[in-house]
Nanobody, 124 residues
Framework: HLQLVESGGGLMQPGWSLRLSCAAS????????SAWFRQAPGKAREGIACISPNGDHTYYVDSVKGRFTISRNNANNTVYLQMTSLKPEDTAVYYC?????????????????WGKGTQVTVSS
């Protein structure tokens, strides 16, 4: 059973950078795609980035494209989200997630495994 634990959230100022980590255990992450989602107060959870099992394909939602980078280190079973040029609208709880297959997806309905989330707040 795949377990995911996020870390790295915090209180940031606009324009700052932050890297989130997602440590996986219980299952080799190399066998599945991995994704990051976020949920702002009063809004639906949205998929923002996904990376293929071997890292050769990445997908982003338009609102983070060019600012966020998803990456993975399969040797230590970890997925990362590097966030730059942070904006107040990036404020949300960020979740690591994975489907039970190799194909990337950005819909919450396609995910089978979830972390508990880490809060990112961007405010001046």
């Amino acid at each position: 059973h795949l377990q995911l634990v996020e870390s790295g959230g915090g209180l940031m100022q606009p324009g700052w950078s932050l890297r989130l980590s997602c440590a996986a255990s219980g299952f080799p992450l190399i066998n599945v795609a991995s994704a990051w989602f976020r949920q702002a107060p009063g809004k639906a959870r949205e998929g923002i980035a996904c990376i293929s099992p071997n890292g050769d394909h990445t997908y982003y939602v338009d609102s983070v494209k060019g600012r966020f980078t998803i990456s993975r280190n399969n040797a230590n079973n970890t997925v990362y989200l590097q966030m730059t040029s942070l904006k107040p609208e990036d404020t949300a709880v960020y979740y690591c997630a994975a489907p039970d297959r190799r194909r990337c997806a950005l819909s919450p309905d396609d995910m089978n495994f979830w972390g508990k989330g880490t809060q990112v707040t961007v405010s001046s």
